[in-house]
């Protein structure tokens, strides 16, 4: 089957050969850029329109975003009230439902980002509740739900996280933090294998309309490997996926022998893979438990809440670098980041000539400055979730006053790492925030919120070029793969894995990125979404 693709404006994001009008596509693969069609290839017009090389999205969540719709709906509702009335409408739905389990409301809702138990005990008190915030740090459930957990007041804080409270010592409803969310979700009942491959179909219909076709995911679990291979073999997977299993900071020693077998499980095909490991090396500065060297601004004590003693970081990541797996570490604060540092460079000297992964720290949010160069010494990719570098109420309520003007212009260095010679690529974190590769590109370029020209651009020495935004989310992401040779770019050879796009990015106002549409997107040569299939 050869395609031929005429009348378009293609960016290849090949630097020797950047821009093009036409190419042919064989078997899926691009056979040759700016040739003449041959004789039975079937001409696909493209009306003068944009196209690239579809994105990959460096860090996401897809079974945990793919399980928010099967729950109430917490997005795009009108504040506290509106999450309350979801919450209500879904409970009379499901009336079978044991545990009602929602995802994800926004943190800067309530003051402090703290939730009460009684606000959902006014919509269902008789069956115990659940949310999970966006940062998926956190989580705010009923009366009913702390009774079953066991939480009172005298309960204690667990070592790794806290249970808000009310004056009295008693339980407010928000946990903070894994043990602290882990003491009401582990009465749960787990997803069903046919509810986690439903949440994978939905998550590739979510991201291949945003025109994205890889992703890393960034926290699996031993029950999802299962999950990924039965929607492979279901033909469920419309895109392509690589998989991060989360090391666990007091087990990993006993986790190494899972970590291989789930690798030879999954195979090493570029749709499917298992070749990364997670570490969050600290929490996040909204909540006050991203790891700081000064303490925070208005709790100067409080340094955050290291996952990790980091000696055992340093340990871990040498040991699964060893076994050729790529370290993925969150790294908020300026310490975790320091230190996730560390550790990829003591990997580094451990290892020796052994090691060759390719070093991944994902968010890369509070950066001393100092360790800019860092970065390309240790070859070491930054991934940024760019959606998050403006001034939205995010981080003017919740990030900024924590830890005053100096450290907060340090806060998504792009372009310094890139002028350093780093090298960088993006994602999402969805469902943290939107999977669209659009609306965070236009932050990066422009670091205002999408829609919102009234608040003012953010800390815009770090803004970055279109052109640098695309190839980020496209080459970026695939040599943060490790596919730079499958995907990722328009030469001959790749995968033809394109994105055709309503407006031309290049050329319109930074400030409307975020409304222009997909069109069409295809895989190896597939065409697997359109707009026209879908209005
Ligand atoms: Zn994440």
Redesign the pocket.
């Known amino acids: 089957m050869s395609l031929y693709f005429a009348n378009a404006r293609i960016f290849t994001g090949d630097s020797a050969y950047p821009w093009a009008t036409n190419m042919r596509v064989v078997d899926g693969v691009v056979e040759s850029v700016d040739s003449e069609p041959n004789p039975g290839d079937v001409l696909v017009d493209l009306e003068g329109k944009l196209l690239l090389p579809s994105f990959g999205d460096g ?1 996401a ?1 897809p079974i945990y975003g793919g399980y928010e719709f099967l729950g109430p709906q917490l997005k795009d509702v009108d504040g506290v009230d509106g999450i309350v009335a979801s919450v209500k409408k879904f409970a009379l739905e499901h009336p079978d439902s044991e545990w009602i389990v929602g995802g994800s409301y926004e943190s800067w809702l309530a003051p402090n980002g703290e939730f009460d138990a009684r606000w959902l005990d006014a919509a269902v008190s008789d069956r115990p509740v659940v949310l999970r915030a966006t940062d998926y740090h956190t989580v705010w459930c009923n009366t009913r739900a702390l009774e079953i957990a066991g939480v009172t007041a005298e309960t204690p804080d667990p070592k790794l996280g806290w249970i808000v409270r009310r004056a009295d010592g008693s339980p407010m409803g928000t946990m903070r933090e894994w043990d602290a969310v882990d003491l009401i979700l582990k009465h749960v009942s787990p997803y069903s294998l046919d509810d986690q491959v439903r949440a994978i179909s939905i998550a590739c219909n979510e991201f291949v309309r945003t025109g994205i076709t890889w992703v890393q995911d ?2 699996v679990e031993p029950e999802m490997i299962e999950a990924y291979i039965a929607a492979r073999d279901r033909g469920a997977l419309s895109i392509r996926f690589n998989l991060a299993l989360r090391a666990d900071p007091t087990t990993w020693r006993n986790q190494l022998s899972w970590f291989v077998d789930a690798r030879n499980q999954i195979g090493t095909s570029p749709e499917l893979s298992c070749s990364t490991i997670k570490f969050f090396a600290d929490g996040v500065i909204e909540g006050a438990t991203a790891a700081v060297v000064e303490g925070y601004s208005d709790d100067p004590h409080n340094h955050g809440m290291p996952v990790w003693d980091w000696s055992e970081l340093r340990e871990c990541v040498a040991a699964i670098d060893a076994l050729g797996f790529q370290p993925h570490i ?1 790294a908020i604060g300026d310490e975790g980041l320091t230190e996730a540092l560390n550790a990829i460079e003591h990997a580094q000297r451990v290892n020796g000539e052994a090691s060759h992964s390719r070093p991944v720290i994902t968010h890369v949010q509070m950066l001393n400055p100092r360790d800019i160069p860092r970065f390309v010494e240790l070859g070491v990719v930054a991934n940024f979730e760019s959606l998050w570098a403006c001034n939205d109420p995010l981080q003017s309520e919740l990030t900024a006053p924590r830890i005053g003007h100096e450290r907060e212009m340090w806060q998504y260095p792009i372009r310094s790492i890139l002028t350093s010679g780093g090298a960088i690529s993006m994602g999402s ?1 969805w469902p ?1 925030s939107s999977q669209n590769p659009l609306e965070c590109m236009e932050v990066a370029i422009t670091r205002m919120v999408p829609g919102d020209t009234s608040i003012e651009a953010w800390n815009p020495a770090e803004r970055i070029s279109v052109i640098d935004a695309v190839k980020a989310y496209t080459a970026g992401t695939a040599f943060q793969a490790g596919y730079e040779t499958v995907w990722g770019t328009i030469r001959p050879g790749l995968a033809a894995d394109l994105v055709l796009l309503s407006d031309d990015i290049f050329t319109i106002e930074p400030t409307k990125i975020h409304t222009v549409t997909v069109e069409r997107v295809w895989r190896a040569g597939n065409k697997i979404f359109s707009h026209n299939d879908v209005s």
């Open positions: 860090h969540h960034a926290w969150h974190d943290v």
